[in-house]
């Protein structure tokens, strides 16, 4: 049985805390609350209980804390296919996460895929060169719940058989 | 337009005529009719604070702050006061045993009687213990009080860990390194006692105290000296960690408290055991001397029936059953008597005899009269004639006896009167002499009166001197008549004297007799009366 905690960075608004809320509880809200520090859900798997970390959004005035990335075992990077600003941060957020937890594995979600959108194929792809660390890239939709929950399970099975 | 305007100018005119009527009729009704007013009004303030809080909570807040926390702080304040009043009259009124058992606590502890109190009247109890991986909040074990489950402690660990980051990163910037010690809520609170790579978070109901974070501690340290490297190798496997035993050890810190407890409890018996202790000592003590007063009664009585004590001052003391003689006695044997009349009481377990002999001066005189009874009781009785000079230190004593033992005997005697300090001997050992001439009528054998005195004073002489030589019996013949009569005679002669000897002196000594039939040596026939003789000799032992 596995433990371990796993933590979405993302600027604000991008919608990590409603990636979580559908893969926890497979519920979806219109209305925007902005979290405030740090929100923690737990989502008990058949051979893993993950402790999934959604902290405040990166905004240009207040950087993400460190603090809270300590410990994780894989980072989930969330940005909004509609603001192209947020899939610019990534960059950042990558160096973040691998300059905390060095090596650890990655997921993008490029979410709000259900809102008409011109992010290509090969956009996407071009992504994966930005670090090694990188397992997984996926279109999601957390109010339509496309590829949500693959995407967390992806980033478990990459964990889990690195513990093995 | 025009109209208008002097509409305008005309209320204004009327406002700015009544304008002092008005305000002074408002005035007057103010002062006039404060109660009615107030009622009319009173509905409206309470929608109006509500309207303002819901609207501008924070002006309300700091418009009322100045006042309400000067209200609360006093509110608190005066609680506290009349709370160590209270503790202060309960100190100073109660003198129950329970009062009395704590100010001995505190002073054995030293911690004010105040702060016990406080820890009498509430209880601390730790409720659950997690173990949480410090970096990234994950639960790596829980023990908890059954009755009190935590609701989702996974969330709760990851929540503390969030907490935790937040406040020490925030105090680090402050520029002091320091760490987030507890948490408080309602009653209880979450003690956090940190290592490098884990965390514990203790929930305690009620207040801890200073052994409460000792025992945290220890058992902590315990724990990471055993498991630390477990614990900073966990990468998300529980698996990894020794989980059982990590929980065993936490389980001592939910039993410690009630461990605590009873070694509080286990005062009790010591503290009252004491004044019990103390009594049975002092009744013991009664009890003993009660029996020391009954045997020394008994000793006194009993030296006071030994005649030959009365005349000596003995002290005699009897504690814990052993009998002390101590005082001075001329005699060891008077010692040794004193010792043998006590014995026998029942109950006394030793006697220790401290005694001192120490020989009386006796008068000299009297110290003459008793040698001189005595060597005039030799001469009587065993017929010993020895002189002596004593010049009340010395006795010179001079004389002869017929063996060494008669000598040792006499010489020993004489030691024991008391007083001599020294006696010089001069007596010589001489060795005894028998001549005697024992005569016969013709033609007889019977042993006439002076014979037989003769025989007597033989047989005492061999008595008194214990002597054990041969005697020997030579008979002579008178020449009258045939040589076998007269052999006859002789012979029934020797048998008269042997019989005499033996069956009238109880004479044990062998005898040697002889038969001549001449005369005796230097005998002739003129003198046949003297010739008819035995002629009793000792026949003198080698020495």
């Known amino acids: ?164 | 337009m025009a109209t208008n305007n002097k509409g305008i100018d005309e209320s204004q005119a009327l406002e700015e005529a009544l304008e002092p009527i008005v305000n002074k009729l408002i005035d007057k009704n103010f002062e006039n009719s404060q109660e009615k007013l107030a009622t009319q009004i009173a509905p409206l303030i309470g929608v109006a604070i509500k309207e303002q809080i819901r609207s501008q909570k924070d002006d309300i807040i700091d418009a009322l702050y100045p006042v309400m926390g000067n209200m609360i702080s006093k509110f608190v304040t005066k609680s506290l006061e009349e709370m160590l009043h209270k503790i202060n009259a309960q100190i100073q009124n109660g003198l129950s045993t329970k009062t009395i058992k704590r100010k001995i606590k505190a002073k054995m502890k030293g911690v004010s009687e105040t702060e016990l109190l406080l820890q009498e009247n509430s209880s601390a109890q730790i409720q659950s213990v997690l173990l949480i991986h410090k970096e990234s909040g994950i639960l790596l074990a829980k023990v908890e009080k059954s009755s009190h489950g935590l609701n989702d402690p996974d969330m709760l660990a990851s929540m503390m860990t969030a907490i935790r980051s937040f406040v020490n990163d925030w105090i680090a910037n402050d520029g002091n390194y320091q760490e987030l010690g507890e948490i408080e809520y309602g009653g209880n609170k979450i003690i956090i006692e940190a290592s490098g790579s884990s965390y514990l978070a203790i929930i305690v109901e009620g207040a801890a105290y200073a052994k409460t974070y000792e025992t945290i501690s220890e058992v902590f340290a315990t724990l990471v000296s055993r498991y630390g490297d477990a614990i900073q190798a966990f990468d998300g496997d529980i698996q990894n960690i020794p989980l059982d035993e990590i929980k065993e050890l936490l389980q001592t810190l939910l039993l410690e408290e009630t461990q605590l407890q009873e070694e509080k409890k286990k005062i009790h018996p010591l503290l009252i055991l004491l004044p019990i202790l103390l009594i049975l000592w002092f009744l013991y003590n009664l009890y003993t001397n009660y029996l020391d007063t009954q045997l020394q009664d008994e000793v006194n009585n009993k030296l006071s029936h030994t005649p030959q004590l009365l005349l000596y001052k003995i002290d005699t003391k009897v504690k814990d059953k052993e009998l002390t003689l101590s005082g001075n006695l001329p005699y060891e044997y008077y010692k040794n008597l004193t010792e043998k009349t006590l014995q026998n009481i029942e109950g006394l377990e030793s006697i220790k005899n401290e005694i001192n002999v120490v020989p009386i001066q006796s008068d000299p005189m009297q110290i003459s009269a008793h040698i001189a009874y005595y060597i005039k009781g030799l001469q009587i009785d065993k017929d010993i004639h020895l002189s002596y000079t004593f010049d009340f230190t010395t006795l010179k004593i001079e004389g002869s006896v017929a063996n060494k033992e008669l000598k040792k005997e006499i010489l020993a005697e004489l030691d024991k009167i008391q007083g001599i300090q020294k006696i010089e001997d001069k007596i010589k050992v001489v060795p005894l002499k028998i001549e005697k001439f024992i005569y016969f009528q013709k033609n007889s054998s019977r042993l006439d009166l002076t014979s037989q005195n003769k025989l007597i004073t033989i047989i005492n002489k061999l008595h008194n001197t214990k002597n054990t030589d041969t005697l020997v019996l030579n008979a002579y013949s008178d020449k009258i008549g045939s040589i076998e009569h007269n052999r006859y005679l002789a012979k029934k002669r020797v048998k008269q004297v042997e019989k005499f000897l033996k069956e009238h002196g109880g004479i044990t000594n062998p005898i040697k007799s002889e038969i001549f039939d001449s005369y005796f040596p230097g005998m002739d026939e003129t003198h046949p009366n003297k010739s008819r003789c035995i002629h009793i000799s000792l026949q003198q032992s080698q020495i």
């Open chain 1, 1 to 164: 049985m596995f433990s371990y905690k796993i933590v979405l960075v993302g600027n604000f608004g991008v919608g990590k805390t409603s990636l979580i809320r559908r893969f926890v509880e497979n519920s979806f809200s219109e209305d925007y609350l902005s979290t405030i520090g740090v929100s923690i859900s737990k989502k008990t798997l058949q051979n893993a209980t993950i402790m999934i970390w959604d902290i405040e959004g990166h905004t240009e005035y207040k950087p993400i804390f460190k603090q809270y990335l300590l410990g994780a075992k894989g980072f989930i990077l969330v940005a909004d296919l509609l603001r192209e600003s947020t899939i610019q941060e990534l960059q950042n957020h990558l160096t973040l996460c691998n300059e905390v937890i060095q090596g650890a594995p990655v997921c993008i979600a490029l979410n709000k895929s259900d809102c008409p959108h011109d992010f290509n194929e090969e956009q996407m792809k071009a992504l994966f060169n930005l670090s090694e660390n990188i397992v997984a890239i996926e279109k999601t939709s957390a109010k339509e719940g496309t590829q949500v929950e693959s995407l967390f399970l992806q980033l478990n099975k990459t964990i889990t058989e690195s513990l093995v």
